[in-house]
């Protein structure tokens, strides 16, 4: 899997000890451009899920597995004003058993819920459950190959010879 710096919500960041949070970074899809229409600055942007060879996806991974909370609800929430959000896809929980060290999970970068505002940013959020976690870091971005294996295990067909 390969991660653009501008695209990573959350790097290793450590949520032990927090309640709901934010990610420490979220993603201006302006690019740090406003652009004038008439008497007003707007911008905003459907990134949608696409149809072409390679979805937009939001992986979250595990860098170490959380403890004592009950689970994590990883969220993607939008907005136009980097005030007010939106949650436009969420995993549901996710229980802590489920999130040891290199799980990953992800959901397809979604299009704007019918009716909102387009939105110019970007950003995980991170519903947790339960007691504060004592111990859990999640990095997070948008790829575009996520390289997620979920077929299962298989037996190699040789053997090595020592």
């Known amino acids: 899997m390969i991660m653009d710096y501008n695209l990573i919500l959350s790097n290793a960041q450590d949520l032990s000890g927090a309640g709901s949070v934010a990610s420490t970074s979220y ?4 690019g740090g451009t406003l652009f004038n229409a008439g008497n007003a600055t707007n911008f905003g942007q459907d990134v949608g899920v696409g149809s072409g060879v390679n979805v937009p ?3 979250f ?3 170490v597995a959380f403890t004592t909370a ?3 609800n990883f969220q993607i929430q939008g907005s136009v004003d980097n005030s007010t959000y ?19 999970i992800s959901v397809d970068l979604p299009r704007r819920i019918f009716g909102a505002s387009l939105p110019r940013y970007l950003r995980a959020y991170y519903v947790i459950a339960g007691s504060n976690p004592g111990a859990g870091t999640v990095t997070s971005a948008v790829v575009l190959t996520p ?6 295990v298989y037996p190699s067909n040789f053997t090595v010879a020592a």
């Not at 436009?88 to 060290?101: K, R, S």
């Open 147 to 152: 390289g997620i294996w979920d077929g299962g």
């Open 57 to 59: 996806k939001v992986v």
């Open 27 to 30: 993603i201006d899809m302006s």
């Open 70 to 72: 009950t689970s994590v």
């Open 86 to 104: 939106t949650t436009y896809i969420e995993t549901g929980a996710v229980l802590i058993a489920n999130l040891t060290v290199g799980a990953m």
């Open 61 to 63: 991974q595990i860098g």
